[in-house]
């Protein structure tokens, strides 16, 4: 079964510092795996995804992700942090392998809390 | 384009009652998604319409449905609501290439508390 992990509950980091937030999964054929990013009271903004090809992913905002096979890892990262980055990221996946649809597994989210 | 709209953006009911939400996906757009997102069980797929047939379908009882029309707009529908149905909606389409690796763009959502 398909499932993702985001270990921390909340990162907290200064502005100008660098952030990460973590995500692990594990599916059974190739991953596909998507970050999104929610404001409150708002729905999911995508940032970036993971198909295939360069390990590591730039996406939105000055966010990046890099996938690790080895490790069943894709953290999003961020040179330096801005106070209007604070909003829970979701990390997600899908099974290549898996033919029924477009449906995402989601982790539970983390809280991204920038301070100034 | 357009985002994915949804409408209304808030809705209450009581125990017992059906509520009916409604999804537009970006034009050009074949696939709608439709998720739950509660504070408890996080982000929670309910099922994926493609041209008008339920392609795929989550975990959920059978008092949700959904539906898709021609023109791919979607509902979904709650019958008999529970407490426990107080969640955020969330709608999503993506204009499925056939490979499984569209991007899902995400709706503002409906908020629905169940009294």
């Known amino acids: 079964a398909q499932s993702v992990a985001q270990p921390e509950d909340q990162v907290n980091v200064a502005e100008g510092n660098p952030l990460t937030v973590k995500c692990t999964y594990s599916?059974?054929?190739?991953?596909?795996l998507f970050w999104y990013v929610q404001y409150p009271n708002r729905g999911l903004q995508f940032l970036l995804k993971?198909?295939?090809?360069?390990?590591l992913v730039k996406g939105s905002y000055g966010f990046e992700a890099e996938f690790n096979k080895s490790q069943t890892s894709f953290h999003l990262k961020k040179p330096s942090a801005l106070v209007s980055d604070s909003a829970l990221y979701f990390c997600?996946?899908?099974?290549?392998?898996?033919?029924?649809?477009?449906?995402?597994?989601f982790g539970k989210g983390t809280t991204l809390s920038v301070s100034s | 384009k357009a985002g994915v709209t949804q409408t209304p953006r808030y809705l209450i009911k009581t125990r017992g009652q059906q509520v009916t939400l409604s999804c537009s996906p970006i034009?050009?757009?074949?696939?709608v998604s439709w998720y739950q997102q509660t504070p408890g069980q996080g982000l929670q797929f309910l099922f994926e319409y493609f041209s008008e047939t339920q392609r795929n379908k989550g975990n959920f009882p059978g008092r949700f449905s959904g539906r898709q029309f021609s023109n791919s707009r979607s509902e979904m529908n709650v019958s008999t609501l529970e407490l426990g149905d107080s969640a955020l909606y969330l709608c999503a389409s993506n204009n499925d290439l056939g490979r499984g690796t569209d991007t899902q763009y995400f709706g503002p959502g409906t908020r629905l508390t169940v009294l």
């Open positions: 034009s050009g757009h074949r696939s």
């Open positions: 599916v059974s054929g190739n991953p596909y």
């Open positions: 993971y198909i295939t090809g360069d390990n």
């Open positions: 997600a996946v899908r099974d290549g392998e898996d033919q029924a649809g477009t449906a995402l597994i």
